[in-house]
């Protein structure tokens, strides 16, 4: 008897047919598709100010889920994104482009103040003055051909520094009071400029984690700078200075936007967590050029036939454009029907541009519990009941009071119809068709004060309240037209 026998022991000679060995893994040879790369979830990166890091760098959210439980550090999957605190510099980005915004609204809003003693400087009407709307769109829709190239060629940093040098060569054209010609010329740069940084800070804000909150404070630091532009503007050219020279603040302003878009920028693509974004980015690239998915062109196509960025171009074209009819040509009407001081009333304009950012801060959180859709059509009726106010009150307190209030009902209009557009766009039309709709909005303040313009040169500039109207009244039928929202997803 052998000892296994003693031991109790029974050895198998072979193998038992009734033992199965697990099917070899198969491997795949292509990348993973759209959905699967959104699918992606990698450990959130700590918020302290020194974030600790696994050694062996990015894990899996198995590989995650294996490690014990410690009382400092609480990993969570969450999607592959930076923070407002990490990487570190990002606070400082998130700053930088706070103040682009701040100087972009500075820009923007002073225009209204000045058209009077522009029209009273070169002696022109306000059919020749309004063509500076039309070069500042045009130069925002060139920059859309130009700023992906840019970008690519120069790198982030280089390229935010670069569109803070183009608005300054602007500033400065202006700042030397030359004849009408090479104003409106000017007006073209500063539009190529702004967005450009509009573009690059936009994509970098929505990039962070809660781009919401982002791009909120973003939103709210153009306009704190749309309330100081009136003021500063007025206040400067009452005193006896020549209105030129306003110019010269804000060519201080870029200047200390070009140090802080440099230094804040300037490492942004050797980060890890850039790297890793733009090899998704080229990964996804490949994965869509072999699965033959349609190209830019092609995706372009799909949605100018799409019904929700038709309506939504209009209605964006329609909104964009009587805010900034409103914004450039109501302190006219003031000076010209109310017997204004422009010393006095070039400060309304302000009042217009804090109702449009205290309704972007408030009542955008009502939106979303009323709904969207709802709640626009309010602040649509609401647009122009106070248009009418301000046109038919006379009295210059009263068109003020008004005036303010309209911009408050304004203010959420634009932000509640993107949330909307996104939610009726399908996924793979969202960026090309919101793209595309923020474009006619340019556009739309373009055409609309020049239309503006023209009328008031023939009739007077009485005429912005009823071309208001009338494009408000657009907006509400063209939000009418749009396809019904999901309600589980309002």
Not at 258 to 269: P, T
Not at 349 to 368: E, M, N, P, Q, Y
Not at 425 to 432: G, M, N, S
Not at 442 to 470: D, E, F, K, N, R
Request: with cysteine; net charge neutral; aromatic share 12%.
């Amino acid at each position: 008897m052998s000892l296994h026998a003693l031991a109790g022991i029974e050895l198998a000679s072979q193998p038992s047919k009734d033992v199965t060995f697990p099917t070899a893994v198969k491997t795949r040879t292509v990348g993973p598709t759209i959905e699967e790369l959104d699918a992606i979830y990698l450990p959130e990166y700590p918020t302290s100010k020194t974030p600790s890091r696994l050694d062996s760098g990015l894990v899996t959210p198995d590989l995650e889920a294996s490690l014990p439980p410690t009382p400092h550090q609480h990993l969570t999957s969450t999607a592959v994104v930076p923070t407002i605190w990490f990487p570190y510099m990002n606070r400082w980005r998130v700053l930088a482009a706070c103040m682009v915004y701040l100087a972009n609204g500075i820009n923007d809003s002073s225009t209204g103040a000045l058209i009077p003693y522009l029209e009273s400087w070169y002696i022109i009407g306000y059919a020749v003055v309004s063509l500076i709307f039309v070069t500042n769109a045009v130069g925002f829709i060139l920059a859309a051909f130009f700023a992906d190239a840019i970008c690519d060629r120069l790198g982030r940093a280089k390229s935010l520094m670069l569109s803070e040098c183009i608005i300054a060569v602007g500033y400065v054209i202006i700042a030397t009071t030359p004849p009408f010609g090479a104003v409106i010329a000017a007006y073209l740069v500063l539009g190529f400029g702004s967005a450009l940084n509009l573009a690059y800070n936009n994509v970098y804000c929505a990039g962070l984690a809660q781009p919401t909150i982002i791009l909120g404070l973003a939103h709210g630091s153009y306009g704190i700078g749309g309330i100081l532009g009136p003021v500063m503007a007025t206040a400067l050219v009452s005193s006896g200075v020549i209105w030129s020279r306003f110019f010269f603040i804000t060519i201080g302003l870029r200047a200390l936007c070009l140090v802080l878009v440099g230094w804040s920028f300037w490492s942004y693509e050797e980060e890890e967590m850039t790297h890793f974004s733009q090899n998704l980015e080229r990964l996804a690239s490949q994965q869509r050029a072999e699965e033959g998915q349609p190209s830019k062109i092609q995706m372009l196509g799909q949605a100018l036939a799409n019904r929700t960025v038709l309506i939504g171009a209009l209605f964006i074209f329609a909104y964009q454009g009587a805010e900034v009819a409103d914004s450039g040509w109501f302190i006219s009407f003031l000076i010209n029907y109310r017997d204004g001081d422009p010393a006095h009333v070039g400060y309304v304009t302000s009042g217009f541009w804090a109702g449009i950012t205290v309704g972007r801060f408030v009542l955008t959180h009502v939106a979303h519990r009323v709904g969207e859709k709802t709640f626009v059509f309010g602040l649509g009726i609401a647009s122009i009941v106070f248009q009418t106010i301000a046109w038919l009150v006379p009295s210059i307190i009263g068109d003020a009071v008004a005036i303010s209030i309209l911009g408050l009902v304004l203010g959420p209009i634009y932000p509640c119809a993107q949330t909307v557009f996104s939610r009726l766009l399908p996924r793979k039309l969202q960026v090309v068709g919101v793209s595309f709709i923020s474009s006619a909005g340019s556009s739309g303040g373009a055409v609309v004060p020049l239309m503006t313009g023209l009328i008031a040169q023939a009739v007077g500039t009485y005429a912005l309240h009823p071309i208001c109207i009338a494009f408000f009244a657009a907006m509400l039928v063209g939000w009418a037209l749009l396809p019904k929202v999901d309600k589980r997803r309002e």
